[in-house]
């Protein structure tokens, strides 16, 4: 194999930036084909939320975020770590601090001053971008087609993405391309339906349920939601879309429940709402006994007229009402589209890798980012995988050339 393979990259995102870096750092030489007109256009977006890089939490716990895929992914993320992401990061003029959350971030909360520092990084290391320039398919002899034209490269990485947001590039069309390997993509970080009453949604969209527990199939997480038109998202909601997604596909709505003041006991809100009424209407009780929010207290009224308990609600019985600002069931009916979702799960499936995450039936293939199916909460998980599997893709793909020719099948991409 020549000492300096030839490598392309599909995907300017932050997975095939980062495997661009890796191969480039490693003596490749190295191109980056993008369909859009400007690499990174959801990293900018993240960019805007403050760009949350990575988690500050214990490996393990952070590993097991990624639920079915963590057995996968945990060599991957174990080789290229937080603390790898976080010394890059630097590495680039961008110091990072750590929130009270642990969610790690730039000082500068966003992307913009990094990707100009790392683009001009790729330069400097004679990787070339080549925008306006798509994956369209795979030729009869496998070779890599962007245009219609086969690549000309010792091998490809592919880092496509996944489906959501799709206007910044991300459209997931190639899916057909992968046949039985493609795990269809659904959202996920998502908001869901809820057949809010008219008075309610009247009320309440747009408001923040801020200081929340929401629970769903025996896990809880503390946080914030809003309230919608269609229903109900936010970081709470979006931390639990994965099972609640699952219970939907299986049970046609998943019932979720929100706990208003987690910080009470159930006890603390009944004692405190058998107060004397004193001829307050009922939200003016909740206010002052628990201190609930306008929203929440029109959550409590919507859920309690559509339950037993609103008549002896009504009629000052603290129990019920307590029970409902601890446990205000949710029926949510499905997940918003894709196209509004903050990531995507589906994708490439696991089973269709080797462990350099090489495509087993298209050799010198690789595939990194959010294109493979695996997902994972908001918190810096979303990027911290897209790096690693970029890191890993490229040191698959060098690998693999390093051993092509001495023995193993055709490169399926070839020189042209
Ligand atoms: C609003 C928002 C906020 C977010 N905030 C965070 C956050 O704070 N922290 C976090 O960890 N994650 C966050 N994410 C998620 C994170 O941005 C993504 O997981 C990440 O960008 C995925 O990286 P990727 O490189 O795999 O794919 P992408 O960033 O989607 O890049 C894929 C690239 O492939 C190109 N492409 C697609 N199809 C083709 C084709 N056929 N031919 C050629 N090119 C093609 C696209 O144009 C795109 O440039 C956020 C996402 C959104 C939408």
Redesign the pocket.
């Known amino acids: 194999m020549n000492a300096s393979p030839s490598i392309a990259v ?9 495997a661009a870096e890796t191969l480039a750092a490693a003596g490749a030489r190295v191109t980056i ?4 007109a400007s ?5 900018l ?10 988690h500050s939490e214990p490996l393990d716990a952070f590993i097991a975020r990624y639920r079915e895929s963590a057995p996968r992914l945990a060599p991957i993320i174990r080789a290229f770590p937080p603390a790898a992401l976080i010394a890059w990061a630097e590495g680039l003029g961008q110091p990072v601090f750590t929130g009270s959350s642990g ?1 790690v ?1 730039p000082r500068a909360m966003k992307a913009s001053l990094l990707l100009r520092a790392w683009l001009a990084r790729l330069a400097g290391l004679g990787v070339t971008l080549h925008p306006r ?4 398919g795979f030729a009869a002899g496998g070779a890599v087609l ?1 245009d219609g034209q086969p690549v000309a490269a010792d091998a490809v990485i592919l ?4 489906a ?2 799709p206007r ?7 899916a057909g391309l992968f046949g039985d390997a493609m795990r269809p993509f659904v959202p996920s ?1 998502c908001g869901f339906t809820v057949a809010w009453s008219a008075p309610f949604r009247a009320r309440a969209a747009g408001q923040p349920l801020k200081r929340i527990a929401l629970s769903h199939g025996g896990e809880t997480v503390r946080g914030e939601a809003m309230v919608t038109e269609a229903g109900i998202e936010g970081g709470a909601v979006y931390a639990l879309s994965a099972p609640m997604r699952a219970a939907i596909a299986r049970d046609g709505h998943a019932t979720a429940s929100l706990d208003l003041r987690p910080d009470l006991t159930l006890a603390d809100c009944t004692t405190r709402l058998a107060a004397p009424r004193r001829g307050n209407s009922l939200s003016n009780h909740l206010r002052r006994t628990l201190g609930l929010s306008p929203v929440a207290i029109a959550l409590v009224q919507e859920a309690s007229r559509a339950s037993a308990p609103t008549q002896k609600a009504h009629a000052g019985v603290s129990e019920p009402l307590a029970g409902l600002v601890k446990a205000c069931p949710l029926r949510l009916d499905a997940p918003f589209p894709i196209a509004r ?3 995507s799960a589906g994708g490439v499936a696991w089973a269709a890798l080797d462990e350099r995450l090489m495509l087993r039936d298209r050799p010198g293939v690789f595939c ?5 199916d695996w997902e ?1 909460p ?9 790096f690693a ?2 890191v890993a893709a490229a040191l698959g793909a060098l690998d693999w050339v390093a051993h092509a020719g001495a023995g193993a099948s055709a490169p399926i991409a070839r020189r042209g």
């Open positions: 599909i995907g300017a995102g932050p997975a095939g930036l980062m084909h993008d369909r859009m690499p990174a256009r959801k990293f977006l993240a960019g805007r939320g403050g760009l949350n890089l990575t969610r971030f320039q798509s994956l369209t962007l880092a496509l993405g996944g959501s947001w910044l590039g991300s459209d997931g069309a190639w970080n979702a903050i990531s990194a980012g959010e294109m493979l994972a908001t918190g810096g998980y979303l990027l911290q995988a897209c599997t970029g």
